[in-house]
């Protein structure tokens, strides 16, 4: 088995693992988290209907890092604050929080404080 495919299994076991034990709410939608080394995006999605509710990311115009600004938590948390603000647009105050394969560390934990501070309850 190839290295990479070892790893993308590994976190996809992971993400069904904190899945299974969130999905149990139902009644509330779902926010989730992905990260890449440049970048990180969050969407709020209603499980029973397999709709995306609202999304943000470090690439929403308007948002988009300069060049040579470096990608850390100040930027997560301001992602997350710009989710709970669309998601009070829409409605929706209290969500279940999907960490995804990522620790809740470091810029993960920064988004989650930031959408906190904007008003989402989790």
């Given at each position: 088995m190839a290295r990479e495919s070892r790893k993308q299994a590994a976190q996809e076991k992971r993400s069904r693992r904190v899945r299974h034990s969130i999905k149990g709410g139902g009644n509330h939608p779902r926010l989730t988290v992905f990260r890449s080394h440049r970048h990180i995006a969050a969407q709020i999605v209603d499980d029973r209907n397999g709709?995306?509710?609202v999304a943000a990311s470090?690439?929403?115009k308007?948002?988009?890092r300069k060049t040579g600004q470096p990608f850390d938590k100040d930027l997560a948390r301001a992602?997350?604050?710009r989710i709970a603000e669309r998601a009070k647009e829409k409605n929706i105050h209290?969500?279940?929080f999907d960490r995804g394969p990522y620790l809740y560390h470091g810029k993960v934990k920064?988004?989650?404080d930031g959408?906190?501070?904007g008003g989402l309850d989790f």
């Open positions: 709709v995306t509710l470090t690439l929403d308007g948002f988009r992602v997350g604050r209290k969500v279940v920064a988004l989650a959408a906190r501070e």
